[in-house]
């Protein structure tokens, strides 16, 4: 189907480390959707905020600008889409 992103990451179970996004344009904005049973957070560290991240949370973000990850939980399975 017709898509305007680059490409679509499926992450399961895995912490996301801080990071920039490199393949995204600085211009536009990231889609970061969490699926699945778990009760992780999104951090941006760049502006010291912490997020619910439950499932059914969407979230846009510049990810090549903004450092941004999602530690360790502790309960469920974590599916985001990115």
């Given at each position: 189907?017709?898509?305007?992103?680059v490409?679509?990451?499926?992450?399961?179970?895995?912490?996301?480390?801080?990071?920039?996004?490199k393949?995204s344009?600085?211009?536009?904005?990231?889609?970061?959707?969490?699926?699945?049973?778990?009760?992780?957070?999104?951090?941006?560290?760049?502006?010291?905020?912490?997020?619910?991240?439950?499932?059914?949370?969407?979230?846009?973000?510049?990810?090549?600008l903004?450092?941004?990850?999602?530690?360790?939980?502790?309960?469920?399975?974590?599916?985001?889409?990115?």
């Open positions: 189907w017709p898509s305007i992103y490409s679509i990451d499926v992450i399961v179970n895995q912490e996301t480390p801080p990071h920039l996004d393949v344009a600085p211009s536009l904005l990231d889609l970061l959707v969490s699926l699945g049973t778990h009760d992780a957070q999104f951090h941006i560290g760049d502006l010291g905020s912490i997020f619910g991240y439950q499932p059914g949370t969407m979230i846009y973000l510049a990810g090549q903004l450092c941004h990850s999602v530690p360790k939980w502790e309960n469920g399975e974590r599916i985001a889409l990115a």
